[in-house]
């Protein structure tokens, strides 16, 4: 057992550092600008006292090394400064948004995940059929359309045209969950539409990997039935790759998100994202910026360390 | 009981009998799987369900016959190595390369396609299709058709550059990172590792709301965030050339490092990377969209495919599909270049299951 534990910690350590580097480069990134953070808040008409005013709230006037230390130590801490437009604390705005946007994309997870993985394994078993082909026609297109153009057909033919499910998900904390899951059910379909059809290639690519390999072939030819191969043979070798796919995208759906969401005028994360992109609203954007960043690589982590802990070969060392 | 709906079942009756006669399987089991589901779903959603489903399939074949000719046409045109190629591809693959043809036309022809300018305002804002305009006119009322054809050269333009200069980044690092190793090919490695850790589109944000929306911005910002995807293929392909013979002799010979890239490893890796072309300038069209749709990418008044939708959305919530098209055609393209890519990497057998 000490050989995974070793690997999982030097996995996490890795983990942890990359999201140190994606940090330093998000804040040094904003001091990339030509002029300063005030100045381009405050734009060209600017005078000297509104600009000496904001730099000295934002305590522009210390080094920026020392300044990067204050705020990953907030950031670490869950406080991620205070706005530059509006003046109201960065946590107040976002904090609620990302419960949101968690909601929306667990409930997308949810049925996306087993739908998709037991398509991809059907799919694989029926390989170079006729299902098979028309499978790969549908999730190639399904892939290949941007997310606002899938939203935008669910909000013309089940909102629009047979008005069975809201087209805007406005929500509020009053809802019954029921009402929630009803208001919120065409982003969340929208979003498994695409990451069912990434989850079904890739599992099924997976899967015909397994099938291929020379001790499946032994289980056939000594006449072990069909599902036992399945159940016996392929599915504890096949655990590592389906969790790996798994994680990866739902790592996928963290950035489609922002688009649905957008769409869809959900108020979460993605959306208050685009909207501080847009005002240059810069402790925000940094705030989601990192938020997302570290969403995406602890899902990441979770594939590598599910893989390593799936992996019959580490776990039964000779 | 209308005379349609007899003779649409009359006619998939009459398909499947000759096709069962004269032993064709495969038009068999696809007109007879229709006969069944037209059945199914004329009885739950009655002759408008069935008029669609018809039309549905009309097009599909009208597609598929489009692709047939436009392969043969191909073959016959190509020289006779090409041809040969040519003939192994599948329909789909056929149908990509004939989409991607008429963008190419629409993109350099645009000018002479479209009727109006695309920044001339003609009529009222919404104003709706009429003789003058084929697809009515946008929010403040410029001819809707004109902006999508004149979208051609914009958006895929735009993100045609953006691939190009991440696939010579990502390319070019990648030879030099498998030629010269060492320290350098592992710090390059590092470096592609942050990058990739970091969503795309949010790094993409973040480029963009320090720097602004500026096309020049854009292009950058996207090289960055794919150029690690072509270093990391680049690197493995070029890394198994790398360790051949005549790698060893041409070093042997004195041969420079550029020499060694350009004669001797680019060669022989590029099948892979031409694919490898294909697949991310999908992603990088459905990213460029994706913030064109945010408001942040090529800026008004130019047409742009993403832009236009968010401009016009208003008019879906009145069953309206006209903002549907510009997503439509991006869409489109994307599918088209996927098809032709899923064929070419089939075809390099070594990449047959992705």
Known sequence: MGDILGLVLKRLGLGLVTLFVISI???????????????????????????????????????APLRYLGWLAGAVTG??????VTGERVTSVIGERFQRTLFLAAYAAVIAVPISIALGVIVALLRNSIFDRVANVLTLTSISSPEFFLGYILVLYLAVKTNWFPAISSVSDDMTFWDLLNRTFLPALTLVLVVMAHMMRMTRAAIINLLASPYIEMARLKGTPPWKVIVRHALPNAWAPIINVVALNLAYLITGVVLVEVVFVYPGIGQALVDAVSKRDFPIVQACCLIFAATFILLNLAADVGAILTNPRLRHPK | MSYFVVGYFAFLVLGSVLSAHFNRRTPFLLLFSLTLVSFVLGIVGGTDMLRMVAIGAGLLAFAAGVSYSF?????????????????????????????????????????????????????????????????????????????IVY?????????????????????????????????????????????????????????????????IVIIVAVAIIYSPRVFRLTRAVAGNVVVMDYIEAAKLRGERTWYLIRKEILPNSMAPLIAEFGLEFCFVFLLVAGLSFLGLGIQPPTADWGSMVRENATLISFGDITPLIPAGAIALLTVAVNFVVDWMLFRSSGLKER
């Open chain 2, 151 to 215: 979208g051609a050269r914009n958006t895929v333009g735009l993100a045609l550059a953006a691939t190009i200069s991440a696939f010579l980044i990502g390319a070019l690092a990648g030879l030099l990172a498998a030629t010269k190793g060492g320290w350098f090919d592992q710090f390059m490695g590092r470096v592609a590792d942050v990058i990739m850790s970091i969503p795309s589109l949010i790094f993409a944000l973040l480029m963009l709301s320090i720097f602004g929306p500026k096309t």
């Open chain 1, 79 to 84: 406080d991620f400064g205070t706005s530059v």
């Open chain 1, 25 to 63: 480069i998000i804040f040094f990134m904003v001091e990339l600008l030509p002029g300063d953070i005030a100045q381009a808040v405050l734009g060209q008409g600017a005078t000297p006292e509104n600009l000496a005013a904001l730099r000295q709230q934002m305590g522009l006037d210390t080094p």
């Open chain 2, 71 to 147: 392969r043969e046409f191909l073959i016959v045109i190509a020289p006779v190595g090409v041809g040969k190629e040519l003939k192994t591809a599948p329909l789909t693959a056929a149908f990509g390369m004939f989409v991607v043809f008429t963008y190419i036309i629409a993109a350099i022809f645009a000018p002479v396609i479209a009727p109006y300018g695309e920044a001339e305002v003609i009529s009222s804002a919404y104003a709706p299709a009429d003789e003058n305009m084929l697809l009515g006119a946008d929010q403040l009322g410029r001819d809707m058709f004109s902006r």
